[in-house]
């Protein structure tokens, strides 16, 4: 399982944005193309792995929407998006994010008080994310019962558990280390 991930993983072309090597892949890029089979096996993997007993699925603009309609198709549970667009509906919370390349605000809208969710998106790097989004959800009452980023690079992981006490899911831990993908393990070794 996971070994045709695991290829296009490291068949992944290396971009610089910066200093920041970015690597480029169907689940955080949409390009080179998707094989279904992956999009599949990584549902499958979730779902082996999460709590789904939550009243929502939350991923994050853009590269998360993929992952939480397959898994929303998969589950029967719907999903809501936090966007890169402000609405000014009641309600919305702004997000500062900084990734290793960009910052930028994002907006959450209709995650509830009390709310069950699980979190998706598709990688976790320097954990700016997710740190700013899952201390932005805990603030508002929201119950985090699984956050996933598929992809995790680097120590990211280990960054955002440290410094928002969730636990984080990855299913494949990589780094690009002299201008490739290196594989360091996953989920099922
Ligand atoms: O752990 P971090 O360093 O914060 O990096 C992770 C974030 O970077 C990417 O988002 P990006 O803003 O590039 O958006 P995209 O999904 O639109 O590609 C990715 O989708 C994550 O949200």
């Keep these: 399982m996971l070994e045709e991930f695991k290829k296009t993983l490291q068949e992944s072309p290396i971009v610089k944005k910066g200093e920041y090597s970015y690597f480029v892949h169907p689940v955080s890029d949409g390009i080179p193309e998707m094989k279904p089979e992956i999009l599949r096996e990584i549902v499958e993997v979730i779902k082996n792995n999460s709590d789904l007993d939550i009243d929502k699925i939350v991923c994050i603009e853009a590269m998360g ?3 939480a309609t397959a898994l929303s198709l998969e589950t029967n549970i719907p999903f809501v ?3 890169k667009r402000e609405y000014g509906l009641p309600g919305e919370v702004p997000v500062f994010q900084k990734t290793g390349y960009s910052e930028q605000n994002l907006y959450i809208n209709q995650v509830n008080k009390g709310e069950k969710i699980l979190l998706i998106d598709d ?6 994310t997710y740190i700013a989004v899952i201390k932005a959800l805990k603030n508002m009452g929201v119950e985090i019962k699984d956050a996933i980023a598929v992809i995790e690079k680097g120590e990211g992981k280990r960054i955002v558990e440290d410094e928002t006490g969730c636990s984080l899911t990855t299913i494949i831990k990589m780094d690009v280390i002299n201008n490739e993908v290196v594989i360091e393990s996953t989920i099922i070794d």
């Design 65 to 67: 929407i993929h992952l």
């Design 81 to 83: 998006v936090i966007r």
């Design 123 to 128: 990688v976790v790097s320097t954990g700016g």
